[in-house]
């Protein structure tokens, strides 16, 4: 998969959780407050790793 098209479902994936919190905390679901922190932790990781390689340190063309 192409790393923007990666970058693009993760940023959506992460607004999602980032909305799913939101009613979680409105609710005070402490065990899914944390499931759901911890998805966006790992998440916002995998996003920097992408945006590292795309935008810093990568050689690769084959997705233009």
């Known amino acids: 998969m ?3 098209v990666e970058i693009a479902r ?3 994936a992460i ?3 980032e ?3 939101i ?3 409105h609710l005070r679901l402490a065990d899914r407050i944390r499931l759901l922190e911890s998805e966006k932790r790992r998440l916002e990781a995998r996003l920097v ?3 590292t390689k795309r935008f810093g340190l990568s050689l ?3 997705c233009y």
């Open 49 to 51: 790793q992408l945006k």
């Open 15 to 17: 607004t999602v959780i």
């Open 60 to 62: 690769d063309t084959s």
């Open 23 to 25: 009613a979680a905390r």
């Open 10 to 12: 993760i940023a959506r």
């Open 2 to 4: 192409c790393d923007e």
């Open 19 to 21: 909305a799913r919190l």
